[in-house]
């Protein structure tokens, strides 16, 4: 399993944040929009994430709920029968909820910088360190409070939660193409 450092936050000026994401970023922007299916799962996260509606790929992760840098192990595999995988997934745990966004990502060196705008929510930032498998989570750790720092990220925009978890709802049934 990979693993990666995160940050989330909730944007108040976007102008000012992409700006600032513009000045350090290697490269972006990619345009993405993406609907997660969350599935029931008795340790961790599970999800079915489409992105532009032409790929697909099954995402488990393992992330503790806490305010700024928090560690995630994840496990990411494309999938090619989208409603197959869905059906199962349904079957086994259920459907936990949905969550749609349009997702803009930039790079700075290794880190993902996501833009999200999330709907019934708002827009938010991510930040994702990717760590090397020999990597000290403390490293990742300075470079996402760097990079927090260098983007103007008040520590009283940081949550804790997931977008499922802030949108406070579940759906139990859905339908996939």
Not at 88 to 108: A, P
Request: charge should be positive; aromatic fraction near 10%.
């Amino acid at each position: 399993m990979s693993n990666n450092i995160e940050i989330k936050a909730r944007v108040t000026d976007s102008k000012a944040l992409l700006e600032a994401v513009l000045r350090i970023s290697d490269s972006g922007p990619e345009h993405l929009t993406q609907r997660d299916i969350f599935y029931r799962c008795p340790f961790g996260r599970l999800k079915l994430r489409s992105i532009n509606d032409s790929q697909y790929e099954i995402i488990y992760y393992i992330r503790s709920n806490q305010f700024g840098p928090k560690n995630s192990t994840y496990f990411r595999k494309p999938v090619r029968k989208p409603w197959l995988a869905h059906r199962l997934l349904k079957l086994f745990g259920g459907v936990k909820g949905v969550v749609e966004k349009q997702r803009t990502v930039y790079f700075i060196e290794r880190t993902r910088i996501h833009l999200d705008s999330v709907s019934h929510l708002g827009e938010f930032l991510e930040l994702e360190v990717v760590m090397s498998p020999h990597e000290r989570k403390e490293q990742g750790m300075e470079v996402a409070e760097w990079l927090k720092d260098a983007l103007g990220i008040e520590d009283n925009h940081l949550i804790e939660k997931s977008y499922l978890e802030l949108l406070g709802k579940e759906k139990s049934a859905l339908t996939m193409p």
